[in-house]
Nanobody, 124 residues
Framework: VQLQASGGGSVQAGDSLRLSCAAS????????MGWFRQAPWKEREFVAA????????YYAASVKGRFAISRDNAKNTVYLQMNSLKPEDTAVYYC??????????????????WGQGTQVTVSS
């Protein structure tokens, strides 16, 4: 599956942004999808994921209550609505997809497909 992410930008603390990731390819809807982020000199970390089977959502503790992941299977697109952004949310955000278990979506080493990154910068 191929992934195309968009929607990053530069905002002030407290603002909102919505990232989008369009999937294409064979059986694109049969993938769990999610988002990771990577700040300078840090490892890529899990942000959120959504199951393709039951639409359950999963979040990192650092974003729970502020970010919301959703998907539109008709458009093969996953969204990440980011509210109440903080400077520590600044990172390159990567869309991810995997056809294995939903548990694999929390570990960057287990992800099967990556989109290109999109920069999110939050200033104080």
């Amino acid at each position: 599956v191929q992934l195309q992410a968009s929607g990053g930008g530069s905002v002030q603390a407290g603002d909102s942004l919505r990232l989008s990731c369009a999937a294409s390819g064979r059986a694109a809807t049969n993938y769990h999808m999610g988002w990771f982020r990577q700040a300078p000199w840090k490892e890529r970390e899990f942000v959120a994921a959504i199951s393709w089977t039951d639409m359950r959502t999963y979040y990192a503790a650092s974003v729970k209550g502020r970010f919301a992941i959703s998907r539109d299977n008709a458009k093969n697109t996953v969204y990440l609505q980011m509210n109440s952004l903080k400077p520590e949310d600044t990172a390159v955000y990567y869309c991810a997809a995997d056809s294995g278990s939903i548990a694999s979506m929390s570990n960057a080493n287990w992800i099967g497909s990556w989109g290109q990154g999109t920069q999110v910068t939050v200033s104080s």
